[in-house]
């Protein structure tokens, strides 16, 4: 099945250590997508890739990075977490002529101690 | 700025309808989704409905737009304990590249 695949599923980090998220898709879509999800919160998007064109939100923190190598894979990497960083981190991906409908992985659940 | 509101619970017992309802502030979105999220998962589009549109109805999910209100809802007809999630309102932002969230609605489906 084509699918949105993230790992780990949860990832337990030290505060100030670099820790990589990943994303890949089998869908094949140009577009890629990192959410921030807190606990009871909505998802916030962090930046997206439009093919290999990066776009990052105004009030996303440096601290927070992303590689996109090739179309299936997309990597977030937060150079050095903080407690607040702790959250549910969701890939998605869409392509840009269906209205952006987005499909997303299962997330990655963040905790830093 | 672009904001989506929603209330944050829903308790229905089962094979009852369930209507959550959003409303937005961006008058200009094109585009207005639903999405489901169970517990420990990823988002699930449900279904989603353009401007130009007042209703769409796919199975047993009534999607109402009401643009004049900037009022969004969703019915669930004949709810089973399945449907217990959190269900996301969104809306495509005025730039067209990503989606606005609300907070969600926590449906508690009850036998």
């Known amino acids: 099945d084509a699918m949105v695949i993230q790992n780990p599923r949860y990832q337990v980090t030290q505060f100030g250590k670099p820790v990589t998220l990943s994303c890949s898709q089998t869908?094949?879509?140009?577009?890629m997508y990192w959410y921030q999800q807190k606990s009871s919160q909505a998802p916030k998007l962090l930046f997206h890739?439009?093919?290999?064109?990066?776009?990052n939100e105004a009030d996303t923190p440096d601290n927070f990075q992303s590689r996109r190598p090739n179309t299936s894979f997309c990597f977030l990497d937060i150079r050095s977490p903080g407690l607040g960083d702790a959250a549910m981190y969701l890939c998605?991906?869409?392509?840009?002529?269906?209205?952006?409908?987005?499909?997303f992985g299962p997330g990655t659940r963040l905790t830093v101690t | 700025g672009e904001d989506v509101e929603q209330s944050l619970f829903l308790s229905v017992r089962e094979g009852d309808s369930s209507v959550i309802n959003c409303t937005y502030t961006?008058?200009?979105?094109?585009?207005l989704y639903w999405y489901k999220q169970e517990p420990g998962a990823g988002l699930q589009l449900l279904t989603y409905?353009?401007?130009?549109?007042d209703m769409k109805q796919d199975q047993r999910l009534t999607v109402l737009l009401n643009k004049k209100d900037k009022h969004l809802s969703l019915r669930i007809a004949d709810t089973q304990t399945g449907d217990s999630a959190i269900y996301f309102c969104?809306?495509?932002?005025?730039?067209?590249?990503?989606?606005?969230f609300g907070k969600g609605t926590t449906l508690s489906v009850s036998s």
């Open positions: 998605a991906t869409s392509t840009r002529d269906r209205g952006l409908e987005q499909y």
């Open positions: 409905i353009f401007s130009n549109m």
């Open positions: 961006d008058s200009s979105s094109t585009y």
């Open positions: 890739y439009y093919d290999k064109d990066f776009n």
């Open positions: 869908l094949n879509h140009n577009v």
């Open positions: 969104a809306e495509l932002n005025q730039a067209g590249t990503a989606l606005i």
